[in-house]
């Protein structure tokens, strides 16, 4: 289930107090580069979902024509629940 704070985070991430027209505009960069969030963030954290599997949801909560760019690739994340 998420909480008010991931809700308020994905809110402001997302930019959603901007127009719609601003949103579709949104263009978010995520040096991820090494699979820093991939394997990686699961081990150093105990973590059971990497953070490319959240960035992934991220894009997909995105409004039609946002742009995420990423270092390393996070379309296999994409079917995934995050």
């Known amino acids: 289930s998420k ?27 995520v040096n991820n580069a090494r699979e820093i969030f991939a394997a990686r963030s699961c081990n150093t954290r105990g973590m059971s ?11 997909a ?8 760019v990423t270092l390393e690739d996070i379309s296999t994340h994409l079917h995934q629940n995050a």
């Open 49 to 59: 979902v990497p953070l490319d599997a959240h960035l992934a949801e991220l894009f």
């Open 61 to 68: 909560n995105m409004k039609v024509g946002g742009r995420m």
């Open 3 to 29: 909480t008010f704070h991931d809700v308020y985070l994905r809110t402001f991430l997302l930019c959603r107090d901007l127009s719609e027209e601003e949103q579709k505009g949104l263009v978010i960069f």
